[in-house]
T-cell receptor, first 114, second 114 residues
Framework: DAGVIQSPRHEVTEMGQEVTLRCKPISGHNSLFWYRQTMMRGLELLIYFNNNVPIDDSGMPEDRFSAKMPNASFSTLKIQPSEPRDSAVYFC????????????FGQGTRLTVV | GENVEQHPSTLSVQEGDSAVIKCTYSDSASNYFPWYKQELGKGPQLIIDIRSNVGEKKDQRIAVTLNKTAKHFSLHITETQPEDSAVYFCAATLVTSNTGKLIFGQGTTLQVKP
């Protein structure tokens, strides 16, 4: 298996633009997580899904952030409009029904908003 | 909600020495405590985990201990090698049939000097 696949690996955008990050979880995994990593705040959980359904989005910082999981093999995290303080590395992770199961992380998307 | 504190933030040891990283958690209901290693430019990878019904677990040069009464757990790396240099994260969560969001500590940057 190729593991969790995220795209793009790097994204540079101008303030105010819409940004869409993509994630393909490991086949067969039914829990998916979006994390944001910054030096100041470390790894923050933004949202997670079980069986494509959002279970907890309390970590989503603002209404500018939204996430979808239209099917078991694809998820997006969208920021609209983007701001410089959104600059961070965004990780997607998946696990086999989060019940004492390892969460596998993707390589991350480094987002820079200028 | 759960809160995880991790210490130290940086740790430098000589090759062959031991390294210890400590974490405390706030939610006494948490029952799953994984440790992740993150190398530069990569996503975190699980290296060892422990569940609340176990006090200690060992896997070759790494071991984790859990003190439920004091609500703290520790990672021990013996005979450190330069390739152990990375950022290490502890995490805690309450795993149930429907939930299991990992809350991470702030991370420890471990440097092993040859």
């Amino acid at each position: 298996d190729a593991g969790v696949i995220q795209s793009p690996r790097h994204e540079v955008t101008e303030m105010g633009q819409e940004v869409t990050l993509r994630c393909k979880p490991i086949s067969g995994h039914n829990s998916l997580f979006w994390y944001r990593q910054t030096m100041m705040r470390g790894l923050e959980l933004l949202i997670y899904f079980n069986n494509n359904v959002p279970i907890d989005d309390s970590g989503m910082p603002e209404d500018r952030f939204s996430a979808k999981m239209p099917n078991a093999s694809f998820s997006t995290l969208k920021i609209q409009p983007s701001e410089p303080r959104d600059s961070a590395v965004y990780f997607c992770a998946s696990s086999l029904r989060f019940k004492e199961s390892e969460a596998f992380f993707g390589q991350g998307t480094r987002l820079t908003v200028v | 909600g759960e809160n995880v504190e991790q210490h130290p933030s940086t740790l430098s040891v000589q090759e062959g020495d031991s390294a210890v990283i400590k974490c405390t958690y706030s939610d006494s209901a948490s029952n799953y405590f994984p440790w992740y290693k993150q190398e530069l430019g990569k996503g975190p990878q699980l290296i060892i985990d422990i569940r609340s019904n176990v006090g200690e677990k060992k896997d070759q040069r790494i071991a984790v201990t859990l003190n439920k009464t004091a609500k703290h757990f520790s990672l021990h790396i013996t005979e450190t090698q330069p390739e152990d240099s990375a950022v290490y994260f502890c995490a805690a969560t309450l795993v149930t049939s429907n939930t299991g969001k990992l809350i991470f500590g702030q991370g420890t940057t471990l440097q092993v000097k040859p």
